[in-house]
């Protein structure tokens, strides 16, 4: 039993690996990309925490943080969230115009109003995006962030998802990520870097 | 042996049994002798719940995480069954896996062995309590009552002091940066204690 169980273990892992390669590939860089940055990202039309619509126009002329997760998170999610918004809070004046996104991987779940209450501790710096799951599986692809749902034994379940915020510069370019848990300081240049370019 | 040879003998092993008091007693200073009588009051199934801690949620969250030191001063195995708290419908273990950059959890279906003298710590980064469905949020400052079901050690109750998001970084940080790595489950940072594969197949 212990055999197959890690087999499966094993499998499971290595498919999140096979899947994910090709996206992490263009992101792996802990250095904000200062040289021909990608365009990534794709048109979308979504609610927002307050139950507005929200389309790509609202990352336009704008640095911009974007952080894949849902509530069902006991950890990842509300550290990253924390981190951000302190990042931001930090940065004071130099802030500027810097905006982040929580986007839901679970929107089955996550509602406008539950999006609401879970970013409501940083609702100055964050807001939340959710809406139709197809729509937000090809937001997230467009940003190389891999979303699985994985159903649990007891008819719950759970969803793997990439844990890195990705950093997005004025004309909607791609110029790096912050890790879960990276370094503070570095993840403070990282912003300061996004803001001024 | 008759039974005069065999009341010396006893009186023999007495006086041993006493010079060896006495000596063991010299060295309670190093506090042996306090560590030997705490795991003999705790009798075959000597654990410690420790360090208990959580992380503040917000008002309408259904989920919150939840962590502790097990350390078993016994003199064997024991396994953990099962995990109950009256502020979550659902409580279990659960163990994170940061996989490039992919976040993956899932429940701990094997019950978690602690191994006789081992310390099984339960983090942020892996291995952790996953309260479902709850009653009522984490609340900074307050503290959870969580009952811990073990095979051998029964019942056990630990209660974990709620930290604020702030204090929760803090306390993070200060586990070190070795998260992501404790999927094995088991911990060598005390020398004293061996470090057991737990035989329970997250890894």
């Given at each position: 039993?212990?055999?197959?169980?890690?087999?499966?273990?094993?499998?499971?892992?290595?498919?999140?690996v096979?899947?994910?390669?090709?996206?992490?590939?263009?992101?792996?860089?802990?250095?904000?990309?200062?040289?021909?940055?990608?365009?990534?990202?794709?048109?979308?039309?979504?609610i927002?925490?307050?139950?507005?619509?929200?389309?790509?126009?609202?990352?336009?002329?704008?640095?911009?943080?974007?952080?894949?997760?849902?509530?069902?998170?006991?950890?990842?999610?509300?550290?990253?969230?924390?981190?951000?918004?302190?990042?931001?809070d930090?940065?004071?004046?130099?802030?500027?115009?810097l905006?982040?996104?929580?986007?839901?991987?679970?929107?089955?779940?996550?509602?406008?109003e539950?999006?609401?209450?879970?970013?409501?501790?940083?609702?100055?710096?964050?807001?939340?995006?959710?809406?139709?799951?197809?729509?937000?599986?090809?937001?997230?692809?467009?940003?190389?962030?891999?979303?699985?749902?994985?159903p649990?034994?007891?008819?719950?379940?759970?969803?793997?998802?990439?844990?890195?915020?990705?950093?997005?510069?004025r004309?909607?370019?791609?110029r790096?990520?912050?890790?879960?848990?990276?370094?503070?300081?570095?993840?403070?240049?990282?912003?300061?870097?996004?803001?001024?370019? | 042996?008759?039974?005069?040879?065999?009341?010396?003998?006893?009186?023999?092993?007495?006086?041993?049994?006493?010079?060896?008091?006495?000596?063991?007693?010299?060295?309670?200073?190093?506090?042996?002798?306090?560590f030997?009588?705490?795991?003999?009051?705790?009798?075959?199934?000597?654990?410690?719940?420790k360090?208990?801690?959580?992380?503040?949620?917000?008002?309408?969250a259904?989920?919150?995480?939840?962590?502790?030191?097990?350390?078993?001063?016994?003199?064997?195995a024991?396994?953990?069954?099962?995990?109950?708290a009256?502020?979550?419908?659902?409580?279990?273990?659960?163990?994170?896996?940061?996989?490039?950059?992919?976040?993956?959890?899932?429940?701990?279906?094997?019950?978690?062995?602690?191994?006789?003298?081992?310390?099984?710590?339960?983090?942020?980064?892996?291995?952790?309590?996953?309260?479902?469905q709850?009653?009522?949020?984490?609340?900074?400052?307050?503290?959870?009552?969580?009952?811990?079901?073990?095979?051998?050690?029964?019942?056990?109750?630990?209660?974990?002091?709620?930290?604020?998001?702030?204090?929760?970084?803090e306390?993070?940080?200060?586990?070190?940066?070795?998260?992501?790595?404790?999927?094995?489950?088991?911990?060598?940072?005390?020398?004293?204690?061996?470090?057991?594969?737990?035989?329970?197949?997250?890894?």
């Amino acid at each position: 039993m212990l055999t197959w169980r890690r087999a499966l273990w094993l499998g499971t892992l290595l498919a999140v690996v096979a899947v994910g390669v090709a996206g992490f590939l263009i992101y792996r860089n802990t250095q904000i990309q200062a040289a021909s940055p990608p365009t990534l990202g794709a048109p979308f039309s979504l609610i927002d925490s307050d139950g507005q619509p929200i389309t790509e126009a609202a990352f336009a002329g704008r640095p911009t943080a974007l952080f894949f997760g849902f509530t069902h998170c006991p950890e990842i999610c509300p550290v990253s969230l924390f981190e951000v918004s302190t990042l931001m809070d930090e940065l004071g004046a130099e802030k500027r115009d810097l905006q982040a996104f929580f986007i839901s991987v679970d929107p089955e779940r996550d509602t406008p109003e539950l999006m609401g209450s879970f970013i409501a501790p940083f609702r100055d710096n964050i807001r939340g995006i959710t809406g139709p799951l197809p729509d937000i599986e090809v937001l997230a692809g467009s940003w190389g962030v891999y979303i699985k749902k994985v159903p649990l034994d007891d008819g719950d379940y759970t969803v793997d998802h990439t844990a890195s915020v990705i950093l997005v510069d004025r004309k909607g370019r791609f110029r790096g990520t912050i890790a879960y848990r990276e370094n503070h300081q570095t993840a403070l240049d990282k912003l300061r870097l996004l803001v001024s370019l | 042996m008759t039974q005069r040879d065999a009341g010396g003998c006893l009186a023999a092993m007495k006086q041993l049994v006493s010079r060896s008091l006495s000596a063991l007693a010299g060295l309670a200073v190093a506090g042996l002798l306090v560590f030997s009588i705490t795991a003999h009051a705790e009798g075959m199934h000597g654990l410690m719940l420790k360090d208990g801690w959580s992380r503040e949620t917000t008002a309408n969250a259904r989920v919150g995480g939840g962590y502790l030191t097990i350390m078993n001063h016994g003199e064997m195995a024991d396994r953990l069954l099962s995990v109950r708290a009256d502020h979550a419908g659902m409580s279990e273990v659960h163990n994170m896996i940061m996989q490039d950059d992919v976040m993956v959890m899932r429940p701990v279906e094997d019950p978690l062995v602690i191994e006789a003298g081992a310390m099984l710590e339960l983090q942020p980064g892996g291995l952790h309590l996953m309260f479902m469905q709850l009653e009522q949020p984490h609340v900074a400052g307050e503290s959870l009552d969580v009952v811990l079901v073990f095979e051998h050690a029964g019942e056990r109750t630990v209660t974990l002091e709620v930290l604020s998001m702030r204090d929760s970084m803090e306390r993070m940080a200060e586990s070190g940066g070795s998260h992501g790595d404790h999927d094995s489950g088991h911990s060598d940072h005390d020398s004293g204690h061996s470090d057991h594969d737990s035989g329970h197949s997250h890894n």
